[in-house]
Nanobody, 127 residues
Framework: VQLQASGGGLVQAGGSLRLSCAAS????????MGWFRQAPGKEREFVAA????????FYSDSVKGRSTISRDNVKNTMYLQMNSLKPEDTAVYYC?????????????????????WGMGTLVTVSS
């Protein structure tokens, strides 16, 4: 399975970005999917996740209310719409896939839950 994240860039505080994660080589429609991020000098942290059919979504407190995760199983793509961006959102954003598809409130935020990872896309939010 290959995952390719895109859509990052430089944006001013208060702006918006939509990240995409395109999957190939596997059965995307059966995977739980997640976004994580890592800021310079900090550990990787959970951002958002979505179950295989989009029926369940999970968000970290840091992005809840400002971001929306979604997926298109026909296009084999997951999205993260981020609004009201803050400088503290600056990080490399990674997408990840969980082969088993079913995520829980606990497991969704655990990096070890995910089997496949893509290369990240850099989001920089200027103040």
């Amino acid at each position: 399975v290959q995952l390719q994240a895109s859509g990052g860039g430089l944006v001013q505080a208060g702006g918006s970005l939509r990240l995409s994660c395109a999957a190939s080589g596997g059965t995307f429609g059966s995977y739980g999917m997640g976004w994580f991020r890592q800021a310079p000098g900090k550990e990787r942290e959970f951002v958002a996740a979505i179950s295989w059919n989009g029926g369940s979504t999970f968000y970290s407190d840091s992005v809840k209310g400002r971001s929306t995760i979604s997926r298109d199983n026909v296009k084999n793509t997951m999205y993260l719409q981020m609004n009201s961006l803050k400088p503290e959102d600056t990080a490399v954003y990674y997408c990840a896939a969980d082969r088993y598809g079913v995520l829980s409130t606990v497991s969704a935020g655990e990096a070890d839950e995910y089997d496949y990872w893509g290369m990240g896309t850099l989001v920089t939010v200027s103040s």
